[in-house]
């Protein structure tokens, strides 16, 4: 989302497998996105579990691995990282970083799906390949079968921003305009199908507005042609949006989460537009969490559940999440799971009711 870790701390096991990073490790901890991804591991004091019909074994045993289905650097990878970090103190044991990119997410979440169900392999989960892909088009796992919710750790959320030159003086007199003129204006996304255009298409049927979708390959792109004029609006992500706004280069203008967010001071909930009712409850953004493959050990998951409940409550790691832009938000497995449940009934009928299909 500049640190404000009180201080760098030691790292003793910390190990990553992603590309370019096989057995990297850091001996410390720092501000940077650079340390959040060199490394992630630690040594503390143990937590002991039963696990199944083995009473007396006890729980982690032995290294854990977390599979980031993303590159190293990405939202979900860094708060992986942070996450890894904590429970291996927590356990005793390193947690190995294994980057599985590729497919947009699919590749890695397949690969926790199709692992062995016994808390020894961890997936850095996120909204695009379990709530989006298999909407989207056929993906080699059910997310509601093949994948087990341990708990939601955070929220990305999102920011509707205009280049400078565009002129709305507030949120509301930005959608008068827009939706004055059916058809005449642009909105950018990272892609078709990707969070960001189903978070805009739901916000543009909210208040009412016809807008002309204009999909990139990526934020970048998008912001940079949104930042020159040439596209009208896009909502991204507060980590993409926020240094150009902080740069004077966009005009933000509100913020997708219902009770606003710390990583967007100042910026107006969507929610809180009292004289708009479609956008009355409106609280949506790009969530990451920890999942298990399916089947795994009830014990398993409520010791899992439980450490990373300790961990999101640490107010360091909480700042923590907030550096790299992502709103912390703890969710225990049931709360998980029925948040999971009511976002792909939302953006199903998004893609349904926009005729939204896969590139």
């Known amino acids: 989302m500049t640190s404000r870790f009180s201080k760098p701390h030691p790292v003793r096991h910390c190990v990553s497998t992603g590309a370019g990073h096989a057995g990297d490790r850091v001996g410390a901890v720092g501000p940077t996105r650079r340390r959040l991804v060199a490394g992630t591991a630690g040594a503390a004091a143990a937590l002991w579990l039963p696990v199944g019909t083995l009473a007396q074994a006890a729980y982690p045993s032995r290294p854990l691995r977390m599979i980031v289905p993303w590159p190293p650097g990405q939202a979900t990878d860094l708060a992986g990282r942070l996450v890894a970090q904590e429970l291996s103190k927590l356990f005793n044991q390193p947690v190995v970083i294994d980057n599985k990119a590729g497919a947009g997410g699919t590749i890695g979440t397949d690969a926790v799906a199709k692992s062995e169900a016994d808390g020894y392999t961890l997936l850095a989960a996120s909204s695009g390949p379990v709530s989006v892909s298999p909407l989207m088009t056929r993906t080699?796992?059910?997310?509601?079968?093949?994948?087990?919710?341990?708990?939601?750790?955070?929220?990305?959320?999102?920011?509707?921003?205009?280049?400078?030159?565009?002129?709305?003086?507030d949120i509301n007199e930005l959608i008068a305009k827009v939706r004055a003129e059916p058809g005449k204006y642009t909105f950018a996304s990272s892609g078709t199908g990707a969070t960001a255009h189903l978070i805009a298409e739901?916000?543009?049927?909210?208040?009412?507005?016809?807008?002309?979708h204009v999909p990139y390959k990526g934020s970048s792109p998008a912001l940079t042609d949104v930042i020159s004029g040439r596209v009208d609006y896009c909502i991204e992500t507060a980590a993409a949006t926020m240094p150009h706004?902080?740069?004077?280069?966009?005009?933000?203008?509100?913020?997708?989460?219902?009770?606003?967010?710390?990583?967007?001071?100042?910026?107006?909930?969507?929610?809180?537009l009292s004289?708009?009712?479609g956008l009355k409850g409106f609280d949506m953004g790009a969530w990451l969490g920890v999942m298990v493959p399916g089947g795994t050990p009830k014990p398993v998951v409520e010791r899992l559940a439980a450490a990373v409940q300790k961990i999101m409550t640490a107010p360091e790691v909480r700042q923590s999440f907030m550096n790299i832009a992502v709103e912390p938000d703890y969710r225990p497995g049931e709360d998980y799971a029925r948040y999971l449940k009511d976002i792909r009934e939302i953006f199903s009928t998004v893609i349904r009711t926009n005729n939204i299909k896969a590139d």
């Open 140 to 169: 080699p796992y059910d997310p509601e079968r093949d994948l087990q919710p341990v708990a939601m750790v955070g929220m990305s959320p999102y920011v509707l921003v205009t280049g400078q030159s565009f002129q709305a003086r």
């Open 202 to 212: 739901s916000f543009n049927a909210a208040v009412g507005i016809k807008a002309i």
């Open 245 to 272: 706004v902080k740069g004077g280069r966009l005009r933000a203008y509100g913020v997708s989460l219902k009770n606003g967010s710390e990583v967007t001071p100042g910026l107006v909930p969507f929610a809180s």
């Open 275 to 277: 004289n708009i009712p």
